[in-house]
């Protein structure tokens, strides 16, 4: 039976790679993250992008990471999000 992951920062590295094998694994991923990929990771998820649903948000913003579990009836929650100033990796 496949899973309703919801992936908490699906947008960075670690939770596009994790969300790309989920999918491949045949479950449904919901990548909860405040932007969606960019760059080389968009190119990478494109043939993923059918097996997972986006939605903007906050890991500080609890009642709507809350609704957009109860919303997608997610069973699974990774935890991927950090924060991150994209100034410090040039």
């Given at each position: 039976m496949?899973?309703?992951?919801?992936?908490?920062?699906g947008s960075g590295f670690i939770?596009?790679?994790?969300?790309?094998?989920l999918v491949e694994r045949g479950d449904l991923?919901?990548?909860?993250d405040i932007r969606p990929w960019a760059?080389?990771?968009?190119?990478?998820?494109s043939p993923y992008k059918e097996g997972i649903i986006y939605e903007t948000?906050?890991?500080e913003n609890w009642p709507q990471l809350g609704a957009v579990v109860r919303?997608?009836?997610v069973n699974k929650i990774v935890h991927a999000a950090a924060p991150i100033n994209l100034?410090?990796?040039g």
């Open positions: 496949a899973d309703r992951v919801m992936v908490v920062g939770g596009s790679h994790l969300s790309k094998r991923v919901i990548n909860y760059g080389e990771l968009d190119w990478m998820m948000g906050s890991v919303q997608h009836r100034a410090y990796l």
